[in-house]
């Protein structure tokens, strides 16, 4: 399969905890997005990165959250001490560098449960 | 800031029923559009894309949408829909002014009976 993955799939913690999730772009994509879905919503923008450089981060994206792209292929999201308000779908994407194109291949998301 | 509006939140047709899903979007630039859905249990998958020309735009398994500037909409049609057209379907915008983030609309969840 050649498309976004990511791990894991599905994620139970107790508030408090830290977690982190990956995401493995498609390989030839140097654009790499984050998003968060909550039930009965559509995705809401996190972050993305071109490469290894982080260019923008949502007012979502809380001083908790952090993510890295250290060698601009996969990516990490941690969240440090989750809320039950974090509990939601984490979702990556990926694009390539083209100018005026913007077509962005999801993953099938990580979901993060908070007790 | 962009926003997207689905005002459709669960459509219920029968098969072979035509579909229309609107969606409108506030951003007075340059914009790029897509519909995106979601079968149960599956990723999102793009059905199709407006980022300029014709705006008339056919996608995947029989779906388009036609962007209407005049309007901010760009609504996504199937003239007969079927019993695995079931989904969640999404409407997102991208401001076309070197920011890469999506804008989504809250879904339509479509449900096709047999």
């Known amino acids: 399969d050649t498309g976004v993955s990511q791990d894991p799939r599905h994620k139970i913690t107790k508030r408090g905890q830290n977690v982190t999730f990956r995401c493995d772009p498609i390989s030839e994509h140097n654009r790499l997005y984050w998003y968060r879905q909550t039930l009965g919503q559509g995705p809401e923008f996190l972050t993305y990165f071109q490469n290894e450089a982080q260019l923008e981060k949502s007012r979502l994206l809380s001083d908790r959250f952090s993510a890295e792209r250290p060698k601009g292929s996969f990516s990490t999201l941690e969240i440090q001490r989750t809320e039950q308000g974090d509990s939601a779908m984490y979702l990556c994407a990926s694009s390539l560098v083209v100018p005026g194109y913007n077509e962005q291949f999801f993953g099938p998301g990580t979901r993060l449960t908070v007790l | 800031a962009q926003s997207v509006s689905q005002h459709n939140h669960h459509v219920i047709l029968s098969e072979a029923a035509s579909l229309e899903l609107g969606c409108n979007y506030s951003y007075g630039g340059t914009v790029n559009l897509f519909w995106y859905v979601q079968y149960p249990g599956q990723h999102l998958q793009l059905l199709l894309k407006y980022f300029s020309g014709d705006p008339l735009v056919k996608g995947i398994k029989g779906f388009e949408a036609e962007f209407i500037k005049s309007k901010f909409s760009f609504n996504l049609r199937k003239p007969s829909v079927q019993w695995s057209d079931t989904a969640e379907y999404f409407c997102?915008?991208?401001?076309?002014?070197?920011?890469?983030?999506?804008?989504f609309g809250s879904g339509t969840r479509l449900q096709v009976q047999p």
């Open positions: 997102a915008v991208n401001a076309g002014t070197g920011r890469r983030a999506l804008t």
